[in-house]
């Protein structure tokens, strides 16, 4: 658990909030203390998404189901607030490392461990799946190793019999590596989907590894629909019940009481030496509120694919979902005004770079040469123009029909910002959201309002453009078989000063594919771009003000149709 920050409230309803538990795209998880001194865990919805009916009908949702599923493998709701924001739900606080958080802490359990564990969490879903609700994020860091046994956490996109299924666009349901694929095929959720995370679950739990090794997403969900899942080192017994669970056809796995008996438990769980000395890796929960911190700089979240490996100790109570990405507070309303033809040639729109974030950096823009990822770090330490900006989960999407995106900036916009789309092979006036694009499409902005000699601090703007489909490294194509929407930032321009360069009102232009890249998180080789016929439909263009490499944030977003 972390202290709280200055941003954060001292209190929610009724109670006294003593520290940050953790944050997922729907909200933020903190410990509260309730008047009357009990320790819960609530969890408060952003401000961003309260008036997005999708958002809030999936918060209500995991109301509904903390309210109906009431186990000794779940943490029961307490409290809720839904009539107006800001919206929030209390559960009983579990202490205790999450799985995850313990393997990496102490490395794989052992197999008799492993067994008790398979064992109590197959009764605990059999008792969720009870109330006619099925999990669908089954992970190791959705189970808290509490004292009285594990608990099952998060149910923040459970789903109940005979429900709609709730899931923003190019967003499927669960975390690849644990999720299955009839999910990720063909969206059919059921008790079998959450036979399959368990026992990917614990192919963690007995390896330390995740069950489908690490990489893009859509890599990893490649493997779990068409590869074997790593159990290298397991025991022979505990392997097969595993690779029973995780059958790439739903039909094939066994049911919750079959996983029980073949574990063959003869005491409890919480009798088990190891276990007992995993429950101790818990946090102390602070009685009364620390401190607050003044918020840290951002960093670059963690993708879905790395959740269970590349995360913190994690030894806390509670480790939400992440749905989506976090976005930053806005103080109002935004706006957009579009404008056809305001300069000659091209059709622009108008947005705000707000003035509180102009001047993080101090030097203009580079050379023009290609960035490197060794000049990246040292270029960003002297406040000079990052070389470029890495890879990252961003699930925002255009639609050629509405021409919009599916989720709002995470800067506040206004009126000081042209953009253009065009094909650089036909300059003359067209609609990007009209028009089909074969070979390279010319990108440009500028701040047309701002005057040259205004003298502001560097400004640096980099241009993401993403296909419509999760892409195979190794081909450039949309991955095989498993054509989902792509859930990264795709290829990005090097960054550049908006206000440098001849002057804050000159356009700034860049080509696509020649000018972009997709750089992978950690500094590692960069990959071209692909040609627009590789994955024809619906692409995504971002502005971004970029910070670092792994900082930056989007202000505008917009598209333009890739033909076949």
Known sequence: MDALKDRDPAQIGSYTLLARLGAGGMGQVYLGRSPGGRLVALKVIRDEITDHPEALARFRREVDTARAVRSAYTANLIDASLDVAPYWLATEYVSGPTLSGAVAERGPLPPETCRGLFASLAEGLAAVHEHGVTHRDLKPQNVILAAQGPQLIDFGIARGAGQTALTEAGYAPGTPGFTAPEVLMRNEVGPAADVFALGATLAYAATGRPPFGMGEPAGVSYRAVHEPIDLAGVEPRLAQLVEACVAKDPAARPGLAEVIARCGVRAALVEDTFYGGLVGLGEAVPQTPPQRVPPAPAAPPLGPHELPTASAPGVHGY???????????????????????????????????????????????????????????????????????????????????????????????????????????????????????????????????????????????????????????????????????????????????????????KWKFVTYPDDFRNWPVGGRKPRPAIPLVNDPGAWTVQFHHVRTPGDYASFLCTGFTAAK
């Open 319 to 505: 480790t939400p979902t992440q749905l989506s990405q976090p976005t930053r507070r806005r103080t109002r309303p935004w706006m957009v005004a579009v404008a056809v033809g305001l300069v000659v040639g091209i059709g622009a729109a108008f947005v705000l770079i707000p003035e509180k974030d102009k001047g993080g950096d101090e030097s203009t823009a580079g050379s023009g040469k290609s960035p490197t990822p060794s000049s990246s770090t040292s270029d960003a330490a002297k406040g000079g123009a990052p070389a470029y900006a890495e890879d990252k989960i961003d699930r925002n999407l255009w639609d050629s029909a509405t021409n919009k995106c599916n989720l709002p900036y995470e800067e506040r916009p206004s009126q000081k910002f042209l953009t253009s789309i065009e094909d650089p092979d036909d300059p003359g006036f067209k609609d990007p959201s009209t028009t089909t694009f074969a070979n390279k499409v010319k990108i440009g902005f500028a701040d047309m309002l701002a005057s040259a000699g205004d003298g502001k601090a560097p400004y640096y703007v980099t241009i993401s453009v993403k296909p419509p489909h999760d892409i195979d490294p190794s081909t450039g194509k949309p991955v095989e078989g498993l054509l989902s929407d792509n859930v990264n930032v795709g290829y990005t321009s090097k960054p550049v000063d908006l206000y440098g360069g001849g002057g804050p009102n």
